[in-house]
């Protein structure tokens, strides 16, 4: 910041009476990225970016005034993360997002960013204002040794992403990479994967009831005693979110899995973890949702997870029994 205005006198005292130079210079010595990009013009052009942008990216702020962000993501254009900020933006909300960007040098990094909307004194967006951190950075710093095994795992997701903080099981977006992983090779092989979906019943009410670090303690026991079921090599399980958990077993004796599950509903109510709310025995129980598929050349993995989730809402459902396997309607056959 060059401006010689920015050092002139300022009353920290009184934050309604900073000059605008004086906030540009807490801006542009910030550790974090951040850009400024209008709202109302076309692809959202950028007018501000910090230094920590800069060093970010390798760009200038003058390279970048005027430019859409998307430039960052080369031709690596399929990532959840763009229509999650897409959809956000259009909407006028904010949003967290994890995407695969490229240095003006070539090189990938993880951007983490966060996105809110601002607002002029009518309430209209008038810019967003984007917040940016290269996690493989922070991770590196952490931990040389680690970097080395995350950039050899499916995806490249740093170790941080990979694990469920609450359960220690597999967080959604790692599953999610591992079942798209298993899913080509499926597709390939010509094999069964079934998705089981557990979700822990009336969890909202145990919360309630008990405060939410009681309610994270039954998660985390459950977690322990749905993951101790599966305990092949190639099974897989993770949290999907809230009290749902989400288990992915290649080659199941399809006969034999509604009876697996039903061993893992008994064993969670073994636990004999009192919860008042819970009909009729007084006790946490979980539903389970089934779907089992031998993947098509054309299919995608969503509609495995759409399948489990119909199930899983029926088994949750009055009357229905706790383990529901997924039906061809399900799979909108
Ligand atoms: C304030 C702001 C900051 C953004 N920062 C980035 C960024 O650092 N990297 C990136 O890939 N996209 C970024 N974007 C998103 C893209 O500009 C674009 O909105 C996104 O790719 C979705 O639109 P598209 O599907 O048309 O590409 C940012 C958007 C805004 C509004």
């Given at each position: 910041m060059n401006d010689s205005s920015a050092n002139a006198p300022v009353d920290t005292a009184a934050p309604g009476t900073w000059t605008v130079p004086f906030l540009r210079s807490v801006l542009d010595a910030a550790p974090e990225g951040i850009v400024i990009c209008e709202a109302r013009a076309d692809g959202q052009p950028l007018v501000y970016a910090n230094a920590a942008f800069e060093r970010l990216t390798g760009y200038a702020q003058g390279e970048l005034l005027?430019?859409?962000?998307?430039?960052?993501q080369g031709s690596d254009r399929e990532q959840e993360g763009r229509a999650c900020l897409r959809q956000a933006l259009e909407r006028g909300s904010s949003a967290r997002v994890l995407m695969r960007n490229y240095r003006k040098d070539g090189s990938q990094f993880w951007n983490e960013m966060l996105v809110e909307p601002v607002r002029d004194v009518t309430g209209a967006i008038t810019h967003f204002v984007g917040f940016h951190r290269d996690v493989g950075e922070r991770e590196r710093a952490v931990n040389e040794r680690e970097r080395a095994s995350a950039a050899r795992t499916i995806g490249g997701l740093p170790t941080w992403m990979r694990?469920?903080?609450?359960?220690?099981?597999?967080?959604r977006a790692y599953f999610e990479e591992l079942l798209r992983h298993d899913w080509l090779s499926a597709q390939r092989e010509t094999r069964t994967l079934t998705l089981l979906m557990f979700d822990v019943d009336a969890l909202g009410a145990y919360n309630d009831t008990f405060g939410r670090p009681a309610g994270d303690a039954c998660l985390r026991r459950l977690a322990g005693v749905i993951s101790a079921?599966?305990?092949?090599?190639?099974d897989l399980v993770g949290r999907w979110e809230g009290g749902t958990i989400c288990a992915l077993a290649r080659n199941t004796d399809q006969a034999a899995v509604a009876g697996f599950a039903a061993g893992i509903v008994q064993r969670v109510l073994e636990?004999?973890?009192?919860?008042?709310?819970?009909?009729?025995?007084k006790y946490v129980t979980i539903s389970v949702g089934i779907a089992m598929i031998n993947p098509g050349?054309?299919?995608?993995?969503e509609i495995l997870l759409q399948a489990a989730s119909k199930a899983l809402a029926r088994a949750r459902s009055a009357g229905a029994g706790p383990v529901v396997e997924a039906n061809d309607k399900d799979f909108g056959r």
């Open positions: 005027g430019a859409d962000l998307r430039v960052l694990e469920d903080r609450l359960t220690g099981l597999c967080a079921a599966f305990r092949r090599g190639s636990q004999r973890i009192h919860h008042p709310r819970s009909l009729p025995d050349p054309k299919q995608q993995a």
